[in-house]
């Protein structure tokens, strides 16, 4: 068993590894993270998990569910640390994973990457007490500067994969559709039984789809007068609209802790950026850090004094632009642990149960699976500069072009991990104390 | 109902004087005579007890001067024989004046008699009627195993309304003993017992008495008699039936109070010991379960303590002296000394919390006895937690008033004595561990940082704004910077930098990078940072050196590195020179082919689409954006093949395409340029659709078309870009965007207006930040609200988070209803943070690296986006986004609300630069935001380029 193994170990049964050993990691990490290009090319199939914030026994519950690495292909999109009370222990296993396992998990930067940001919300107070000093602290902030600012995920099937599961309320099933072609979003519970699936609409009259590109709610709750046929479940927009023909599969999954930029209106604009360096308060890579997507037309100020607030016009025109189905990203606390908005044109993925060991949220990973018609291998998109040729539809398909199909999303939705009792989640203080 | 005389003689007839409090007058409202009468039905429970005391008129026998119903606690006193006085229970003072004393001692023990069958009730049963009626006292049970569920009961049922929360209060902080105290004993009986359902009560009564948010209580429960007791029934939590804490154990056996110097104050002693158990409380005990008034209660009873603590330290001359004492000993004690720096470090770390003036003393008073002895002593130790210690006290001196630490180099260097900086370059080059190692390179930069310097303390003391902070700083740095600094500088140059750069010149004899060992690859790292810096800052004085020691060159040999940060820190460093646009640099750059190398880093590199890829091209960019043509020459005339040979971003052709430009007297108006794929709205680059594509089809013409016309203005930094916004920008910004972006005519000026105000959200939010449990317990009020708009289904019967369903229904904890009675034990959000702010950061980390530190006030995670408008005005920056309730709901108005915060909805929109506003002058550590607007704007474009290193601290 190598060193690795060992730590990793350790730090699964939620025991630090020694401060040399950390060095020794980060050092390797970040020789790792440098080969990395600011927006990492990953190929589906791909889980996609958001915000663990130092909930370890979480973090534990959600490979649980989603299945370990490197079994399972993992894309988490920061907030590794903060908050809860162990978030060494979540980081450092997420590092080890990735020295270990580089192509089976790809780690993204979260706006809680950052020395700032650690300094007030816990991370380094926690380095702090649990080393005696700061310098694991320091050891991993200087990886947080190499951490990617993106993922693009390419290669993932529209179609649902089949699975294992059962049905959890046997009675709703009836009116679920059978064909796994029609599914595009099905929701599992941590035992691993669906409750819900959703069927993938067909194109839609044209005027509408149009019309939606403008400035039309994409909530249901907000445009009651469409009168959905079927509400979504919380945090879909599965009630919604077509995302056009099928006959393109190949719009890409553009992941971000944040949100997007005003500033980066195609992805290769996020690769010229220098992102080693501490997150900065303005710009570009702010931004994909700190955005949110929001009710609005346009950019707004976003009340967190970072990043911008975007509306559904920004994402569809992204989405367009870039040639992508779906923008994911995380950074917003949602009870339901997904939520879907603007036609299922970008979603939110939080994946830290009871939040801060107290919001009573559930939380969500969301799994794509991989076109099998295309055997499973895509080009790598991120600089091929033909990845999208073709998109352009003759006028009268052009709603189908300007919005790509989906892909089929499996959310796999659990709550927060049985505390186990020697993990009772506290903050311990220095046992020898002067004042 | 009939009227029963139950009291023969309290029945009889007296004589009295009816007196009612009017305007702090005795009103007479007539003579009469006095009875008591019990109204009830002689078999009615007692709580229905009916007695009143009733004054008939003597002058009209069916006129009643007075009836009124004998309450369990009305204040009844008796005065001089004669007199009883009350209170009305609408708060009406009364008095009846007897003409004979028997008379009055006659209805005097009526209504004692009757007082007392009132309170002989039992209180669980009639606990309801009682909170219904303030002025009741509560009284529980006494602690009985038998009776905690009473008591639990109880407990809960009075917590749940405010007047029942005070009787509790009174109850429990009575004078008699402490009703804490009498429970103590309970928790080891159960114990004994094994009743596992008892001690579940009690750590539930115990949680109830906490969250009763009142500090006299929690004193009590923080005393020896009291807090294993407390603790110990804690570890039984019935969240977690199954598991036991270990609390006792930890506070008795593993927590140690260590003593260097014996303090001789018990009261001292005895906070210092509170403190601890409070912050153990606060964090590990009740970390789960504190809402927000307790944890604001458990907070200011840890700062209060501890700034009796320090001001005790500093105001003990004889503890003082015996303390700096230990390092002038004749024969020192290696592990006192030890002992006695990690406990200056402590203070240090404490005084972190409490207010500016008070820690100002206790440094004036640490560094009167030697504080920089002991550093220099400490830093030298060959015990690395020592030196640990050292940089500690180093860094939050550093934090707290870093023209104390100069002024102290600039005296010794006045007295011929080696400044602190000496030893800290020594000791630099020296360190093993890496974490002092980059204490002391921080420590070196802020110590000849003359952007920093001439702030006094005076100002922080003044409690400006850091708005105020940020201005002042601004005006300090176009001053000259003082002679002392100047003269310091010019000593760090003379003796220092040679020293500390030694290194890095050696590297000259080297032939091979590969063979660097860790301890010098973790050296170089902080050279080439603190090489930037110096570049930056320093601009002449670093200039002769790196000419006279040949910097450049060794910073082009460390591209070489295998080691792929170390390039990257040597690129860093190489920006850095560029970003200046200064001739010198640029020449060096250029002599010693750094330029090739950086381009041999892009071949190296090219295929793959690597970090060291995106920095390459970063200053690539840059110099094209910038146009600084002495590089473009020196590029084009020497790499010309090559540059043309890299197709798959335009940055190099274009580089090109401006020399040839230049070369045929074509000079662009000036040197900015829309960069990138910039103008990329047109159709048939739409329609394209690839994301290279655009930038390839880029033709020369249309390139050159737009460096002529565009003057937008020098805006774009960094990737520069372009656009995407920028067409929305049009004065009334549509407010839709069209999904085809043409390149629009925009007024410069306005368009650099709305540029500003998009980068700096509301000026008035940047005061300093102020704590105030008011508003931010409104803000989470609001929240609360707002998240029950969200209600799917209002859940009736609260449960805790763990307890729900998979489909989430209600918005967020907050919105429980207050009134069952598990919302007492269950958490209340806390406004502290659900979710992060850029501002509360940059309000004063450095002050609060202690998690726990006195709660910020902003309200966060709530449903309701919007700040309040109070919050406007004294909280930093705006409330936390949506993370609440529905997280970021867009079911919530907030988009709107925000626009209509400003003026018009084109301010909303940022142009599409890059361009970063940061504060190119405030140097300090956290505190980058608040710069006001208009300093930004005269900061102009010689800041752009900082902005890569995100800290204000390193801008220039």
Redesign the interface.
């Known amino acids: 068993m190598s060193d690795l193994d060992r730590a990793i170990e350790q730090l699964r049964a939620c025991r630090p590894i020694p401060e040399n050993q950390v060095?020794e990691l980060c050092?390797k990490a970040?020789?790792l993270?440098?080969?990395?290009?600011?927006?990492v090319?990953v190929d589906a199939p791909v889980t996609i998990c958001g915000d663990i914030h130092g909930q370890f026994h979480d973090l534990m519950e959600l490979f649980r569910v989603g299945g370990d690495v490197p079994d399972t292909n993992y894309l988490f999109m920061g907030d590794f640390v903060?908050?809860g009370?162990y978030s060494l222990e979540s980081f450092l296993l997420l590092l080890c994973l990735k020295v270990r396992y580089p192509d089976r998990i790809t780690l993204i930067r979260g706006?809680?990457e950052s020395r700032?940001?650690t300094?007030?919300?816990?991370f380094?107070?926690e380095c702090?007490r649990k080393y005696?000093?700061?310098?694991v602290w320091?050891?991993c902030c200087?990886v947080f500067d190499?951490l990617a600012l993106g993922a693009l995920i390419t290669g993932a099937s529209t179609d649902m994969q089949p699975s294992d599961a059962n049905i959890a309320d046997i009675n709703s099933q009836s009116q679920w559709p059978s064909e796994p072609s029609d599914i595009e979003i099905e929701i599992l519970?941590?035992h691993n039984q669906i409750?819900h699936r959703y069927p993938r609409h067909r194109p839609a009259p044209i005027s509408q789809d149009l019309s939606q590109?403008?400035?039309t709610?994409?909530?249901p709750?907000?445009a009651p007068d469409q009168a959905p046929v079927r509400n979504g479940?919380?945090g879909t927009g599965a009630s919604g609209h077509s995302r056009g023909s099928n006959n393109n599969k190949d719009g890409a999954v553009f992941c971000v802790h944040g949100g997007l930029s005003?500033?980066?209106?195609?992805?290769?604009?996020i690769?010229?950026?220098?992102?080693?360096?501490?997150?900065?308060?303005?710009?570009?890579m702010c931004d994909l850090l700190?955005s949110?997507?929001?009710?609005?037309?346009?950019?707004?100020?976003?009340?967190?004094?970072?990043g911008?607030?975007f509306?559904a016009?920004?994402v569809k025109?992204f989405n367009?632009?870039?040639?992508l189905s779906l923008v994911c990203r995380a950074h917003?606390?949602?009870?339901?642990g997904f939520?879907e908005?603007f036609d299922s044109t970008i979603v939110?993925v939080?994946s830290a149960p009871?939040?801060?060991?107290?919001?009573?949220?559930?939380a969500a990973i969301l799994e794509l699976g991989e076109d099998g018609s295309n055997a499973g291998y895509m080009p790598r998109?991120?600089?091929?500069?033909?990845?999208?040729?073709g998109?352009?539809a003759p006028l009268g398909e052009r709603e189908q072009a300007?919005m790509k199909m989906g892909p089929g999303r499996r959310y796999r939705?659990f709550?927060?991990a049985p505390?186990d009792?020697r993990g009772?989640?506290?903050?311990?203080?220095v046992?020898?104390?002067?004042? | 109902m009939m009227a029963v005389a139950t009291n023969g003689a309290a029945n009889e007839r007296k004589r009295v004087k009816v007196y009612e409090l009017r305007n702090n007058d005795w009103y007479d409202r007539g003579t009469g005579f006095c009875s008591g009468a019990v109204h009830s039905p002689a078999n009615a429970p007692p709580e229905n007890l009916d007695a009143r005391i009733i004054v008939i008129s003597e002058e009209d026998a069916v006129k009643s001067l007075l009836e009124t119903r004998i309450t369990k606690d009305d204040g009844y006193q008796k005065q001089q024989d004669t007199l009883i006085v009350w209170t009305e229970q609408n708060g009406v003072d009364m008095a009846l004046s007897f003409q004979e004393s028997e008379g009055c001692a006659n209805i005097w023990e009526f209504v004692s008699d009757i007082q007392g069958r009132l309170s002989a009730l039992a209180p669980g049963d009639d606990l309801d009627d009682d909170l219904l009626d303030p002025i009741h006292p509560i009284t529980l049970p006494d602690p009985e195993l038998g009776k905690l569920d009473e008591i639990e009961g109880a407990m809960r049922a009075a917590s749940t309304s405010g007047p029942g929360r005070e009787g509790l209060q009174k109850f429990l902080t009575s004078p008699e003993q402490p009703y804490v105290l009498k429970l103590i004993p309970l928790v080891e009986r159960a114990e004994q017992q094994q009743s596992l359902p008892d001690l579940h009560r009690l750590c539930n009564i115990m949680k109830s008495l906490i969250l009763l948010n009142d500090s006299a209580i929690i004193e009590t429960i923080v005393s020896d008699n009291a807090i294993m007791g407390v603790v110990g029934a804690l570890e039984y939590d019935p969240d977690f039936p199954t598991h036991k804490a270990n609390h006792r154990r930890f506070l008795a056996k593993a927590s140690r109070f260590k003593e260097v110097i014996r303090i001789e104050d018990d009261d001292i002693r005895r906070k210092i010991q509170y403190t601890y158990r409070l912050l153990y409380l606060k964090d590990v005990v009740l970390a789960r379960i504190l809402d927000d008034p307790t944890f604001s209660v458990l907070n200011s009873l840890i700062f209060f303590h501890q700034v009796d603590i320090i001001n005790f330290i500093q105001q003990n001359v004889a503890f003082l002296q015996e303390l700096f004492g230990l390092f002038s000993d004749e024969d020192p004690d290696p592990s006192r000394r030890k002992e006695a720096v990690l406990f200056i470090a402590n203070t240090g770390a404490v005084a972190k919390t409490i207010q500016a003036q008070s820690r100002n003393q206790l440094y004036q008073t640490y560094i009167r006895h030697g504080l920089f002895d002991v550093i220099a002593y400490a830093l030298r130790n060959h015990d690395v937690a020592v030196r640990v210690a050292a940089t500690e006290i180093l860094t939050s001196l550093m934090d707290h008033d870093a023209q104390v630490l100069r002024q102290h180099n600039f005296t010794a260097l006045k007295e011929k004595n080696a400044p602190l900086l000496d030893t800290l370059v020594d000791l630099l080059l020296v360190e093993v561990d890496l974490g002092v190692k980059s204490h002391m390179a921080d420590a070196i930069k802020l110590l000849v940082d003359p952007q920093n310097a001439n702030i006094s303390l005076e100002m922080m003391n003044r409690n400006v704004s850091a708005d105020f902070m940020a201005k002042q700083r601004g005006l300090v740095n176009q001053n000259a910077i003082s002679k002392e600094m100047d003269d310091f500088i010019q000593y760090f140059y003379d003796a220092c930098a040679p020293r500390l750069f030694k290194p890095l010149r050696d590297l000259e004899d080297r032939s091979t990078m590969g063979d660097l060992s860790v301890q010098q690859l973790s050296l170089f790292v902080h050279l080439l940072d603190m090489l930037s810096f110096f570049v930056r800052q320093h601009a002449y004085k670093s200039k002769l050196f790196i000419l006279s020691e040949n910097i450049h060159s060794r910073v082009g040999q460390l591209l070489q590195c295998p080691q792929g940060f170390i390039r990257l820190c040597a690129l860093k460093c190489i920006r850095t020179c560029i970003a200046l646009k200064d001739e010198f640099h640029n020449r060096q750059l250029e002599s010693h082919g750094i330029m090739g190398r950086v381009l041999n880093l892009v071949f190296e590199t090219m295929p793959r689409d690597n970090l060291i890829n995106s920095v390459c091209i970063d200053i690539f960019e840059h110099i094209k954006r910038e146009n600084i043509r002495q590089l473009i020459y020196h590029l084009v005339q020497n790499y010309r093949e090559r540059l043309m040979s890299i197709t798959y971003v335009n940055t190099f052709q274009t580089i090109v395409l401006r020399y040839d430009q230049m070369q045929a007297g074509y000079v662009p108006p000036n040197g900015n340029e829309e960069s990138f794929t910039t103008q990329e709205g047109t159709p048939q680059r739409l329609g394209n659709g690839g994301r290279f594509d655009g930038l390839r089809d880029q033709d020369a013409e249309e390139e050159a078309y737009f460096n002529g016309e565009d003057d937008i203005d020098v805006d774009d930094e960094d990737v520069g870009l372009p656009t995407q916004a920028s067409a929305g920008l049009t004065n009334g910004a549509a407010p839709v965007r069209p999904l085809v972006n043409y390149p629009a005519d925009e007024d410069e000026d306005e368009e650099d207006s709305m540029d500003m105000l998009a980068s700096s959200p509301d000026p008035l939010q940047k005061s300093g930040s102020i704590h105030s449990d008011n508003i931010a317990n409104a803000a989470s009020a609001e929240a609360e609200a707002a998240s029950s708009e969200s209600t799917v289904n209002g859940d009736e019967e609260p449960r805790r988070g763990r307890d729900r369903t998979p489909v989430a229904k209600d918005g967020s904890p907050g919105m429980r209803d207050p009134s069952t009675p598990d919302s007492v034990l269950s958490k209340r959000r806390r406004e502290e943070d659900d979710e992060d702010e850029l501002s509360k950061v940059m309000g004063g980390a450095g002050a609060k690296r202690r998690n726990s530190s006195v709660s910020s006030s902003v309200a966060i995670h709530s449903a309701n986006d919007q700040p309040l408008p109070q919050q406007q005005e004294l909280v930093d920056e705006p409330a936390e986004a949506g993370g609440g309730g529905g997280g970021g709901s867009p079911h919530t108005p907030n988009g709107q609300s925000q626009q209509q915060q400003l003026p018009h909805g084109q301010s909303l929109r940022r142009k599409g630069s890059l361009k970063t506003r940061n504060d190119g002058n405030s140097a300090t550590k956290f505190n980058i935001k608040p710069i006001p607007v208009t300093a930004v704007k005269a900061s102009g474009d010689e800041n752009e380029e900082n902005r890569g290193d995100g800290g204000g601290g390193e801008n220039g």
């Open positions: 060095r050092y970040r020789e993270l440098i080969e990395e290009g600011n927006v090319a903060d908050r009370f706006n809680h700032q940001i300094t007030v919300y816990g380094y107070d702090q005696g000093s700061a310098n320091r050891y200087e190499f519970n941590q409750t590109l403008s400035n709610p994409s909530s709750s907000q479940a919380p005003p500033l980066i209106d195609t992805i290769d604009k690769r010229l950026l220098d992102r080693k360096q501490e997150v900065p308060h303005e710009g570009a700190w949110d997507p929001d009710e609005i037309d346009g950019w707004g100020l976003s009340p967190r004094g970072a911008f607030l509306g016009d920004i025109c367009y632009k870039n040639d917003q606390l949602v009870m339901e939520k908005m939110t939080w009871n939040y801060c060991y107290r919001c009573g949220n559930v998109s991120n600089g091929d500069p033909n990845r999208s040729q998109i352009v300007l939705v709550e927060a505390q009792p009772m989640p506290a903050k311990k203080p046992a020898d104390y002067f004042l």
